[in-house]
């Protein structure tokens, strides 16, 4: 199979883009459950609230592997730059998701009250710490990082500063309203109607998070703030506002009306919007502000010769992914166990 004549960085960029994506959208939801954790006193409402994800969480994380894998495999010079700009953000997200793994399974060998609730802390933090580093690293990469000759140049601690501690507390924020949202679809009675209550103020807590995130992210770049608020860039940007206004307004009336799917697939539109925000920002850098997708792509015979084993790959994780929902659909309720 060849592919001359097509842009082979540009294409793997736009693959790796929709794995993270599909990540950020599929994982969320699960990462914000266990956010949430601790907010439920009631250990059967807590079993509920780990029977749900129980049989697509692990799945979820294969798009994380995907887009690590493919940074590395496709965009050398952009994984060889932004691993050691963020070692310790990455490292530590990686360290609170095992200690999440490990708890999600270990909570229901414990025979003790005590070990039970240790292990339900340790899945709500790994769930807390995974999230926010995932915040500071979209928040490090934001607000630039300083490369020379091709390679980091920048301090241990560039990453730390109020921006991405702010991104941090926005993916958090975030990740729970997902949470809270796919609790609603999930379950029933005094769990659904709490998720029900919560998802309220975390809808609005996240709606001023990306206020305050994207008030703040032309500031960091001058060509940031050419592309939202320049012509003819503004054209392209203006509706993205908008929509996430809309959906905001859907997701409002579909929580007063009680429904149960909607509320989710709004969250999850959120999502999608404040990714293509990103998007728009990013385009074309991979590294922002200095490194584009054709600086960091690796020989195009390499980019074709993975890009055969992308295609035939990502439809079954897609099929994979797609089959294990509707195995496992309907309500989760006290006393079903997947375990």
Not at 13 to 38: E, K, P, Q, R
Not at 131 to 137: P, R
Not at 228 to 257: D, M, N, Y
Request: with cysteine.
């Amino acid at each position: 199979m060849t592919f001359e004549g097509y842009d082979l960085a540009l294409i793997w960029a736009a693959l790796l883009g929709f794995a993270v994506l599909a990540y950020v959208v599929l994982d969320g939801f699960d990462l914000g459950t266990g956010i949430l954790f601790m907010a439920e006193h009631g250990s059967d409402e807590r079993d509920v609230m780990v029977n749900s994800i129980a049989p697509v969480w692990d799945g979820n994380e294969t798009w994380l592997v995907l887009g690590g894998g493919g940074l590395f495999a496709v965009f050398p010079l952009a994984y060889a730059v932004i691993l050691p700009a963020l070692y310790p953000v990455i490292i530590t997200m990686l360290l609170s998701l095992i200690m999440r793994g490990v708890a999600f399974e270990f909570r229901f060998r414990t025979n003790t009250k005590r070990g039970r609730f240790w292990w339900d802390v340790a899945f709500c933090g790994g769930s807390t710490g995974a999230a926010f580093c995932q915040g500071l690293a979209l928040g490090g990469l934001l607000q630039g990082i300083h490369v020379e000759n091709n390679a980091y140049a920048g301090g241990w601690w560039d990453w730390l500063t109020p921006f991405t501690i702010l991104c941090g507390v926005a993916v958090v924020v975030g990740y729970a309203l997902l949470g809270s949202c796919w609790l609603i679809w999930r379950t029933t009675g005094r769990l659904q109607d709490s998720s029900r209550l919560q998802a309220r103020a975390l809808m609005i807590a996240t709606l001023a998070l990306i206020v305050a995130v994207s008030i703040w992210t032309p500031f960091l770049n001058p060509r940031f703030a050419a592309r939202w608020f320049g012509w003819p860039g503004i054209a392209l940007t203006s509706p993205v506002p908008v929509l996430v206004a809309l959906t905001a307004w859907v997701f409002w009336r579909s929580l007063l009306q009680k429904h149960h799917l909607t509320p989710l697939l709004c969250a999850q539109a959120l999502f999608v919007l404040c990714y293509i925000g990103l998007g728009i920002s990013f385009y074309p850098w991979i590294v922002p502000p200095s490194i584009t997708i054709w600086d960091a792509a690796s020989p195009s015979s390499s980019m074709a010769f993975l890009l055969v084993g992308a295609i035939v790959m990502m439809p079954i994780i897609l099929a994979y992914s797609a089959y294990a929902y509707w195995i496992f659909r309907g309500k989760v309720e006290v006393g079903m166990n997947y375990h």
